[in-house]
């Protein structure tokens, strides 16, 4: 039985720069507070997919029935290094273009990331998780860098979450797209072995969740 091994961190300056040039929550053309998700369904489009870790087809995204989260799963997301390995295999990525569409009157912003994997890091080793996400037409920003200790053969999770007052909104009445960049590196190091790094999963028990934050717009 595989324990769930947590490893979170969480992220003020880093996830505030790579969401930069969108407006605070308490600027103009919002209300003042983050409040409950709209009973409405949101409804989300996987857009677009590209790079080596999640060729066409091998992802897909998710909302929860309750509105306060999606999720993005990947099906063949592996970077691994080890004797008679490609150097390529150590460095796998993917970028997804996703549209969120909301009820009218609403926006939202990213208030926390969970990242979930595999790995298996031999002594010697080392391998890190890296993700940045951002708004379309917005400055990309700095990716946060969650290394995985060796020795590790276990589940692992990595937290990004944001203070209230940093969060970011989607801008009010434009549907731009969020861009949402993943990275596994793996580094063989001093090992004799092979060690790798998952992001992915066939039966959809292990995806990344990305939770919203709700505002209201000002109506004029």
């Known amino acids: 039985m595989r324990k769930l091994l947590v490893r979170s961190g969480v992220v003020l300056a880093l996830l505030t720069s790579s969401l930069i040039g969108s407006t605070p929550a308490s600027a103009e053309g919002f209300l003042d507070e983050p409040i409950p998700p709209p009973a409405d369904q949101v409804v989300i489009d996987l857009i677009a997919m590209a790079g080596s870790g999640c ?81 379309q037409g917005m400055s990309q920003g700095s990716f946060t860098t969650h290394p995985l200790t060796a020795p590790l053969d276990d589940n692992w999770i990595a937290t990004d979450e944001v203070e209230v007052a940093a969060l970011v909104w989607r801008p009010c009445g434009e549907l731009r797209n969020l861009n949402i960049n993943t990275e596994l590196r793996v580094s063989r190091g001093s090992s004799t072995g092979t060690s790798f790094v998952t992001m992915d999963s066939t039966d959809g028990d292990i995806s990344t969740v990305y939770h919203f934050k709700w505002q209201r717009c000002n109506q004029r």
């Open 55 to 135: 060729r066409p087809g091998t992802a897909d995204v998710a909302v929860s029935p309750d509105n306060t989260a999606f999720t993005v799963i990947y099906s063949d997301y592996l970077a691994q290094a080890g004797p008679g390995l490609p150097v390529a295999d150590g460095r796998k990525n993917c970028q997804i273009n996703v549209l969120v569409h909301v009820p009218q009157g609403f926006t939202f912003a990213i208030a926390k990331v969970d990242h979930r994997g595999y790995a298996l890091v031999e002594r010697g080793a080392t391998a890190i998780q890296r993700a940045n996400y951002y708004f």
